[in-house]
């Protein structure tokens, strides 16, 4: 045989194992199996987060995953399980479906029984389902707002308690102070009573002290007046007897009146003063000084 032909042979059974490698593993992880041995069927209300390839756990090792899931109608889903040859289930099997973790991946505890009598092919497991901590907070929650509301309501039953006694005294207080005949309103009324009395005594003395005050000006006004009129007259005969005196003649401004010739003579001499005066202005130095000496 050719040894380039060896070569491609060789090559291409290779190349076919390993497809066939390929090709088996991903049918191991998604659950498919070689093996025609009869799978455990289980029945379950809800499958919940269960999918194919589920781990199935036998007193804690994994011995088995989920080989397919059947809805069969509501409340009724079939689920059948793919066990380690080891692992023998009798006639009192039991499957229990929980959840991992916080995540809530889905597995389930496989019970393979203690009773003589092996698990018949045809049989379908009633499974149960484990209380898993979604639905412990689930029911703490309920049990929370349980709480909450009876919190709630007994809070609120002491406002309303608290409101009502507040409101009943509020109602006491306004009776006390609208009762008009012992109530402070009634002492109130009293006492703006006696206010008006204070105030109009008060109007009334003001008054009376105004108009005192009023009628001593006006008396000292009167007698200032009467004073003046006294002194206006005494002033008037005054002038009235000068004025006599200065008509008769006497005295300088009564000479100066009657007699006409000192008014022609006082004239002249004013206005001869007035034209040296002008002359002397004209002339500064027309008048000489003579000076002796003895």
Known sequence: MDLHYK?????????????????????????????????????????????????????????????????????KVLVRLHLDEEVQPRRDAAAELASVGLVGDAMINFNPGSSPEPLPADAVIVGTVKRGFMDIGTELGDQARGVLSGVEAIKFKEVSEDLRRSLQAFERLAGVYSNTTTGPISQLTTTMQGLRAVSARIDSVLLAAQLDRTARTADSLMANLAKLSASAQSTASQLDSILAKVNRGEGTMGKFVADTLLYQNTQRLVKSLQEFVDDLKRNPGKIGITVRIP
Do not use: C, H, N
Not at 32 to 40: G, H, I, L, Q, W
Not at 61 to 67: A, E, H, K, Y
């Open 7 to 75: 070569q491609e042979a060789t090559v291409g059974a290779l190349v076919l194992v390993g497809a066939l490698l390929f090709i088996g593993g991903l049918m191991w992880l998604g659950g498919k199996r070689f093996s025609r041995e009869p799978t455990v069927a289980v029945q379950f209300t809800d499958a919940g987060t269960l999918k194919r390839g589920s781990p199935i756990k036998v007193s804690g090792v994994q011995l088995g995953i989920v080989d397919g899931i059947e809805y069969r109608g509501y409340g």
